[in-house]
């Protein structure tokens, strides 16, 4: 697909996308997956001030596709499910860290809204490695 500049300029898409995409990607954060327990720190302007807020939860999806990636995270706050979809290159996002790793078999957990109380847990790695590190001790 090309894109009619002026009379007689045609410029492809694909080159229109890659200068976007170089122009506004930002520095790479922290790895993570579905299932990992991630502190997301969001900027938020209230009024002339800028203040971080931190919004904790599990990764339940992962959505890849260049500047329109996204992730979302699930909390229960209150007993009550949040989530929020946070873009991958948002200049409102400050840094994300990785509390936990889980070990999922599945990229999307939606499962996981339908769950209440420890049946809603996900095992992590650091527990899945200790118990197999007791059953061969045995």
Same mark, same amino acid.
């Given at each position: 697909?090309?894109?009619?500049?002026?009379?007689?300029? $045609?410029?492809?898409?694909?080159?229109?996308? $890659?200068?976007?995409?170089?122009?506004?990607?930002?520095?790479?954060?922290?790895?993570?997956?579905?299932?990992?327990?991630?502190?997301?720190?969001? $900027?938020?302007?209230?009024?002339?001030?800028?203040?971080?807020?931190?919004?904790?939860?599990?990764?339940?999806?992962?959505? $890849?596709?260049?500047?329109?990636?996204?992730?979302?995270?699930?909390?229960?706050?209150?007993?009550?499910?949040?989530?929020?979809?946070?873009?991958?290159?948002?200049?409102?996002?400050?840094?994300?860290?990785?509390?936990?790793?889980?070990?999922?078999?599945?990229?999307?957990?939606?499962?996981?809204?339908?769950?209440?109380?420890?049946?809603?847990?996900?095992?992590?790695?650091?527990?899945?490695?200790?118990?197999?590190?007791?059953?061969?001790?045995?």
């Amino acid at each position: 697909m090309t894109v009619c500049l002026g009379d007689a300029i $045609k410029v492809p898409m694909d080159l229109i996308r $890659k200068l976007v995409e170089k122009r506004f990607k930002k520095a790479p954060m922290a790895e993570f997956r579905p299932g990992d327990t991630v502190k997301v720190h969001v $900027k938020i302007a209230e009024g002339e001030k800028v203040r971080v807020q931190v919004f904790e939860g599990m990764v339940i999806m992962l959505k $890849k596709g260049g500047l329109d990636s996204s992730f979302t995270v699930r909390k229960m706050s209150n007993g009550v499910g949040v989530e929020r979809t946070f873009p991958f290159y948002s200049s409102a996002i400050d840094r994300v860290e990785v509390l936990s790793r889980g070990n999922t078999r599945r990229s999307r957990l939606f499962y996981l809204r339908n769950l209440e109380g420890k049946a809603a847990r996900v095992d992590s790695e650091l527990e899945s490695s200790a118990a197999g590190q007791q059953v061969a001790g045995n």
